[in-house]
C-alpha cells in the first residue's frame, strides 16, 4: 500500500490527482508527490525498515509507486564507506563516503529512475523516456529493457562516447540533440506532450525525484539511525539536492532520526554554476547560463529545482559552492588515489569543493560528514587523461623493467 495522496503545486498548494502529470494549471508551479504523513507516520518503523529488501525498496512506505519485480535492477542501498585516508588529507576526522557509482548502471540515477519505471508501468504508458545529460540515458534504456518496454533518451550530441554507449547499448534509441542539454530537454518536453511517453524526468518528474530522497534514508540507517553534521552532493537541476534534504527532514518528522538535521553542501563546477552563482549573491533568482563544463552530468545551465536548492542551503545553514574546472579531474584523482573509488566528474566536483571547504576551515574536523559520489568514472574517462600518474614501459624481461625502474632506496640509520 501506498501512502501517496496526489499532486501538489509547490508552488500555490494546489492538488491533483495520481496522474503523469508535472505542472500546476493554475500558476505554473512544479508538481510533487503528496502523502498522508499522519498516517505514514504512525505506520512505519526501524523494525518495519530493516525488514524490507536491501534495495531502495526498502523504503516504500516513503515512495509514490508500488514495488514490481519487473523495473528491479537491485538499485540501491549501495555502501557508506568510512574514509580515513582522504580524511586525513582534508583533516576531516569523520569523513563517510556513500558509492553510487556502484549502482546497476552505476550512478544515482538507478534510484530515480525505478521509482518513476515503477509509475510508468502502474499508468500503462507505452515507453519509457527522458532528457539526459548523460547517466540518466543509461539507467532509462536498462530499466525500460527489464520492464519490455521501448525507450527513446533524448541526449546533446556531444556527450561523452561512453555515456552513449551505455544508453544504446540496453535498446534505447538514441535522439542526439545538436544542442545543449537545456535545448534537448525542450525538444523532448514538447515529445512528451505528442507522444504520451514516460519521460521520467518530465512528465514522471513528481515521482521520478522522489528516489533520491532514499539517499538520505539509507545514510541515516547505515550511520546506525543518525543523521550526519554535514552531506555534501552535487547540483544540476538540484532535484538531487534538494530530495536529499527531504529525505533528512521526513525521517525526522517520522521520529526516525532526532535532530538536528544536516548542513546541506551543493557542489559545482565554474563552467556551469548557475545555483551557486546565485547562492554567492543571496538570491534565489537563477540566471540561466550557457553551460560549458567537463562535469557534463552537471550541465544544466536553467535548473528546474534551483530556487529550492537554494532554500535547503539556507535552511540547512549549507551553501552551495563552485570550484574551477581544472579542479575536477584533481578531485577525480584525489578520491581515487585517497580511497581507491574511480568516480565521475561530478564526484570530481564534489570532492573538490569539499576540500576547498575544509582547507578553509568551513567545516569542524570533527563532524560527520557525508559526501555521496554519484558516478563512475569509467563514463569520463577523457578528463583524466592528462592527470599525472607512474608508468614504465618495459620489454617482458627483468633486466629491462630494471633498467627502466628505479628503485627506493631505504636508508637505515
Ligand atoms: C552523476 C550525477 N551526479 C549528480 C547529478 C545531479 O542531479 P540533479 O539534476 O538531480 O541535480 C547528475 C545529473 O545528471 C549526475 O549524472
Ligand atoms: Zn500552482
Not at 1 to 17: A, K
Not at 142 to 162: Q, T, W
Request: net charge negative; aromatic share 8%.
Amino acid at each position: 500500500m501506498s501512502f501517496l495522496r496526489g499532486l501538489r503545486c509547490r508552488e500555490c498548494g494546489t492538488l491533483y490527482p495520481v496522474d503523469a502529470l508535472f505542472v500546476c494549471d493554475e500558476c505554473f508551479g512544479p508538481l510533487e508527490a503528496h502523502y498522508d504523513e499522519t498516517a505514514r507516520n504512525a505506520h512505519v518503523t526501524r523494525a518495519s525498515i530493516a525488514q524490507g529488501p536491501r534495495t531502495l525498496w526498502r523504503y516504500h512506505d516513503f515512495l509514490p509507486s508500488e514495488y514490481t519485480p519487473r523495473v528491479d535492477l537491485s538499485d540501491g542501498w549501495t555502501p557508506l564507506i568510512r574514509a580515513h585516508n582522504l580524511g586525513r588529507e582534508l583533516g576531516l576526522r569523520n569523513l563517510y563516503l556513500k558509492n553510487d557509482t556502484v549502482n546497476p548502471t552505476f550512478s544515482f540515477k538507478d534510484r530515480v529512475v525505478s521509482v518513476a519505471a515503477a509509475k510508468a508501468l502502474e499508468f500503462n504508458l507505452p515507453a519509457l523516456a527522458c532528457a539526459s545529460t548523460g547517466n540518466l540515458a543509461g539507467s532509462v534504456a536498462a530499466h525500460a529493457a527489464r520492464a519490455g518496454l521501448p525507450s527513446y533518451v533524448f541526449i546533446p550530441a556531444d556527450l561523452e562516447p561512453a555515456k552513449i554507449q551505455s544508453a544504446a547499448i540496453y535498446g534505447a534509441t538514441v535522439v542526439a540533440v545538436d544542442g545543449d542539454y537545456d535545448q534537448a530537454n525542450r525538444l523532448a518536453t514538447e515529445a512528451a506532450e505528442t507522444y504520451g511517453w514516460g519521460f521520467v524526468n518530465i512528465n514522471l518528474r513528481p515521482y521520478y525525484a522522489e528516489g533520491s530522497k532514499t539517499l538520505a534514508y539509507e545514510v541515516a540507517e547505515q550511520l546506525g539511525w543518525r543523521a550526519p553534521d554535514c552531506v555534501i552532493a552535487p547540483v544540476a537541476s538540484g532535484a538531487l539536492y534538494t530530495k536529499i534534504n527531504r529525505g533528512f527532514e521526513e525521517l525526522y518528522e517520522a521520529n526516525l532520526i532526532s535532530g538536528p538535521l544536516p548542513k546541506m553542501i551543493g557542489a559545482q563546477a565554474a563552467g556551469c554554476a548557475p545555483v551557486a552563482t546565485a547562492f554567492g549573491k543571496s538570491t534565489r533568482e537563477i540566471v540561466p547560463v550557457k553551460p560549458r563544463s567537463l562535469a557534463k552530468s552537471l550541465a544544466i545551465g536553467n535548473p528546474a529545482d534551483g530556487r529550492y536548492a537554494i532554500d535547503a542551503a539556507r535552511k540547512s545553514g549549507g551553501g552551495i559552492f563552485s570550484i574551477p574546472e581544472n579542479a575536477i579531474a584533481q578531485g577525480m584523482a584525489l578520491l581515487a588515489r585517497t580511497e581507491g573509488i574511480f568516480g565521475e566528474t561530478a564526484s570530481g566536483v564534489t570532492v573538490s569543493v569539499l576540500k576547498k571547504l575544509a582547507d578553509a576551515r568551513a567545516i569542524d574536523p570533527d563532524e560527520t560528514v557525508v559526501a555521496y559520489l554519484t558516478g563512475n568514472g569509467l563514463k569520463t574517462r577523457e578528463v583524466i587523461e592528462n592527470v599525472a600518474h607512474t608508468r614504465i614501459d618495459t620489454a617482458p624481461n627483468l633486466e629491462s623493467f630494471q633498467e627502466q625502474f628505479e628503485p627506493r632506496v631505504f636508508v637505515v640509520a
